[in-house]
């Protein structure tokens, strides 16, 4: 079946990439698809496909796994790591095995590393390759994180991960590689335009402690809910029987839940944010890449707050307590005070002041010279330590900054600010130079 259709089903937000294979008769193989199915099922629907398979690469740690609710709505078997003893119906498969696709074959191999229990999928039709999935093994010109099963662990699937690509990589140059982990994911090192590859022009790997070497001294810093999802995985998510609704709130009903230790996370854009919004709120933009970071919700009126819903849902955080009926128009008619937290312009800022809150990876390809880093995930935990006066948060585009503001003024910072923009155009506006490196 040369020339097999195989869809990239793409999460721009999460940075991943799941895959739809047309088996040629109507039915699809579906790798990797998270939770939030309804990507994957437009994706299927515009191929006239009904999926027949779903396979998991791995434990994922950044999404819950959509298998299980493809096997309950539509009958798809499930396909998986015998390693990973997951506790719902599924066909456990160890490296070497096959299964029987009708017609194509898909080809299990081990590839720990990325996590103990990962497999890589071959697509064959007879003895030709058609593709390897190769979730968070190969990806394009790099390897995925090897610090999610812990510390003690890293080193140890880092030099897994090295033999993993070296199995990997004697694959024929042609061979199609469709990995789960891309740019933007947190899952990933370096970051790229590209998200699909052949073997030919992959990474040298070079020698097995350089490798490491390398690999460990990329990771950084990752979303606290990374260490609950591969357990959630593994029991399987629960089952949604239909999309839910958030239940209106009064601005009584919200300031109870806040102070009875609830969250109010603020998903509106951020110069609504920094206009006015409820003091102590968490400030997470509704975009394309709010899941990486989330349960009262403030809204706009004309937010989609059933994006939201999905986006919660995806990475395991149900109990979504509601959305602030009237947003904070009403919060501020009921009385209920609001804060406000400015938004810079580059001209307006000493760069002395500056956090920016990116990846490590990215502050190092270009910064404000004399910003300090201090990744986003890591900001709670060092909150208390930023050195006292007047801090302005930055990012690439100012969301994640935003969320920073909101991070230090809930832990009793004053004099925070936001940079709007990122690094290029406060090189633009200045006519100053970028540092670079670390």
């Not at 898909?106 to 590393?113: D, E």
């Not at 070296?166 to 024929?172: F, H, I, T, V």
Request: one cysteine or more; aromatic letters at 6%; a negative charge.
């Amino acid at each position: 079946m040369t020339g097999t259709l195989i869809v990239p089903v793409v999460d721009e937000g999460l940075g991943n990439s799941a895959y739809l294979a047309d088996l040629g008769d109507g039915r699809a193989l579906a790798v990797d698809v998270p939770r939030d199915l309804r990507a994957a099922r437009a994706a299927a629907d515009r191929h006239g496909l009904r999926v027949a398979f779903a396979a998991d690469t791995h434990l994922h740690a950044d999404f819950l796994s959509g298998a299980r609710q493809l096997a309950a709505e539509d009958g798809a078997q499930i396909l998986a790591s015998a390693a990973g003893h997951r506790a719902y119906g599924h066909r456990g498969l160890a490296g070497g095995d096959e299964a029987d696709l009708g017609g194509l074959t898909l080809r299990a191999w081990a590839t720990p590393g990325h996590t103990a229990e990962h497999l890589a999928y071959l697509l064959l039709d007879g003895a030709q390759v058609l593709g390897a999935f190769t979730g968070g093994s190969l990806l394009v010109g790099a390897a995925a994180r090897t610090d999610l099963s812990g510390p003690e662990h890293t080193e140890a699937l880092a030099r897994s991960q090295y033999a993993s690509l070296g199995r990997l990589l004697a694959l024929p140059d042609a061979t199609p590689v469709y990995p789960t982990h891309g740019a933007g994911s947190f899952c990933s090192a370096p970051p790229g335009a590209e998200r699909t590859t052949t073997i030919g022009p992959l990474l040298a790997a070079g020698d097995e402690d350089a490798f490491v070497k390398t690999l460990l001294a990329s990771l950084g810093t990752f979303p606290d809910y990374f260490l609950r999802l591969p357990e959630e995985n593994r029991r399987g998510p629960a089952i949604v029987p239909a999309t839910p609704v958030l239940t209106p709130l009064t601005p009584g009903q919200v300031l109870a839940m806040q102070n009875d230790g609830s969250q109010v996370i603020d998903v509106r854009p951020v110069p609504a944010y920094a206009a006015g919004h409820i003091p102590g709120s968490l400030a997470i933009p509704l975009r394309e890449a709010f899941a990486t970071w989330l349960v009262v919700i403030v809204a706009d009126p004309g937010q989609d707050l059933g994006e939201v819903i999905w986006q919660a849902l995806k990475i395991g955080y149900e109990n979504l307590a509601g959305t602030l009926a009237g947003g904070t128009p009403a919060w501020e008619a009921a009385g209920q005070p609001v804060a406000a937290t400015p938004l810079l312009t580059p001209r307006q800022v000493d760069p002395a002041t500056v956090i920016d809150v990116r990846q490590a990876s990215e502050y190092s390809t270009g910064h404000v010279p004399g910003a300090r880093n201090i990744e986003l995930g890591a900001l709670d935990g060092q909150a208390a330590g930023v050195e006292p006066g007047p801090v302005v948060t930055m990012c690439g585009h100012g969301e994640r900054a935003a969320t920073a503001a909101s991070v230090l003024e809930r832990a009793g910072r004053t004099a925070v600010a936001v940079l709007t923009g990122g690094p290029p155009d406060w090189a633009e506006a200045t006519g100053l130079v970028l540092e670079r490196g670390a």
